[in-house]
Each structure stands twice: as structure tokens, then as C-alpha cells.
């Protein structure tokens, strides 16, 4: 099956830094990849959706200076969210879909980052 | 505008019990809809999904939902609750490209002995 992997799982930094998500299709390659922010107990809000080789869309009050997608190769996502605060803190979590079939998505474990 | 609702916050069932969560969505088309569990800490995993067809879709896990389009339902059911059931249940309606999926709050499940 398809799989999507992130990395790191747990991250906790200090605020005002850079911290970079990874998200890998291991298996398949992905042209398109989601990533979402899910707060405690609530449910998950799409952030963006990132196309390989091109920029990312962002959603609605989602500022794309502060989280950053890059989408370089078909197999690998980044989110980097710059200069970090606590309100930042959450829990990312990337999707992916294939070339071949759109109507699934492929969800990474997700990355826990918690900003001091 | 696409929107689920998943009336249900918090269920508890008994091991062995049968249950159902209900989820109700509003779409503009003919829906795409699915339902993914999410266990403490874990990304989300497909249980089953629903296009078009026979509108009894069997899942992983023993997991089942029937497509209601009458009542805007797309409730999952399980027939015996296993312990390891106990995770949190999201139902999501989108449209082809599954990336723009739209979730609903989430019932969390909690299965006692």
C-alpha cells in the first residue's frame, strides 16, 4: 500500500526559530501533497496543497510567509514554519495522492511541534 | 459549500457491543465520502469510502457505512467493538480530488471492558 512518512515525529524549539517538516511518498510518487494543522481535539484544517514543481496554494487565512511549502521532487514535501511562536504549536500533518488515482489520500503519522 | 457533521463528540460502548457513528454531510454533487480513524498521536488511516455503486461499502476492520442520499448520511457501523477500536472517527465529504476534503469534528470512541 501507499505509504507517507514524516519527519521528524516530535519537535520542540525554541521561539522566533525555522523549523522544517519533511513528508515523503515512499512508494509512489505524489504530485500532489496536502498538508494540515489539527489542533486538540478538533478536527483537521487544510493548510495548503502543494504541487511538485510549482508554488503552493494556500488556503484562506493561512499566511504563506510564515509557512513556507516547497514540493521539489515527487516523492518530498517541506513545511518550513519560520520564526516559530508558541500559537504555532500543533499538530502538521502531511497527505499525499498519487499520479494515477486523486480520489485517495495517503496521510504521514504527522509532526508534533510544540514552540517555547 | 461542502460541510459534514458529525453529531456524536463522545461515544462509549461496551467490548463486543455493536456501534454506530453517524455522520451527515452537505454537497453540492454527488459526494465523495469517507471515514478514517485516528489513533492518540497518529496520523489518519482510510477505514472505507464511498463513490458511486452499491451503496453498502464494506472497510477494513470489519467496519462497514451505508450511503444515505435521501438522509444525507453516511453512518459507519460495526457489528462487535473490539478494544482496539477505542480512537477517534472522522468523517470527511470531498470531491474527486480528495485533497480538498472537508472533515467533521470527530466522534471520539472509548470501548469499555
Known amino acids: 500500500g501507499a505509504v507517507v512518512s514524516q519527519h521528524p515525529s516530535r519537535v520542540i524549539c525554541k521561539s522566533g526559530t525555522s523549523v522544517k517538516i519533511e513528508c515523503r511518498s515512499l512508494?509512489?510518487?505524489?504530485?500532489?501533497m496536502f498538508w494540515y494543522r489539527q489542533f486538540p481535539k478538533q478536527s483537521l484544517m487544510l493548510m495548503a496543497t502543494s504541487n511538485e514543481g510549482s508554488k503552493a496554494t494556500y488556503e484562506q487565512g493561512v499566511e504563506k510567509d510564515k509557512f513556507l511549502i516547497n514540493h521539489a521532487s515527487l516523492t518530498l514535501s517541506t513545511l518550513t514554519v519560520t520564526s516559530a511562536h508558541p500559537e504555532d504549536s500543533s499538530f502538521y500533518i502531511c497527505s499525499a495522492h498519487g499520479q494515477r488515482s486523486t480520489d485517495t489520500q495517503y496521510f504521514g503519522p504527522g509532526t508534533r511541534l510544540t514552540v517555547l | 459549500a461542502q460541510s459534514v457533521t458529525q453529531p456524536d463528540i463522545h461515544i462509549t460502548v461496551s467490548e463486543g457491543a455493536s456501534l454506530e457513528l453517524r455522520c451527515n454531510y452537505s454537497?453540492?454533487?454527488?459526494?465523495?465520502l469517507f471515514w478514517y480513524v485516528q489513533s492518540p498521536g497518529q496520523g489518519l488511516q482510510l477505514l472505507l469510502k464511498?463513490?458511486?455503486?452499491?451503496?453498502l461499502v464494506q472497510g477494513i476492520k470489519g467496519f462497514e457505512a451505508e450511503f444515505k442520499r435521501s438522509q444525507s448520511s453516511f453512518n459507519l457501523r460495526k457489528p462487535s467493538v473490539h478494544w482496539s477500536d477505542a480512537a477517534e472517527y472522522f468523517c470527511?465529504?470531498?470531491?474527486?480530488?480528495?485533497?480538498?476534503?472537508?472533515f467533521g469534528d470527530g466522534t471520539t470512541l472509548t470501548v469499555k471492558p
Open positions: 464511498y463513490f458511486s455503486g452499491d451503496t
Open positions: 454537497y453540492g454533487a454527488t459526494p465523495y
Open positions: 512508494d509512489f510518487q505524489a504530485t500532489t
Open positions: 470527511a465529504v470531498g470531491p474527486p480530488n480528495a485533497g480538498k476534503s472537508t
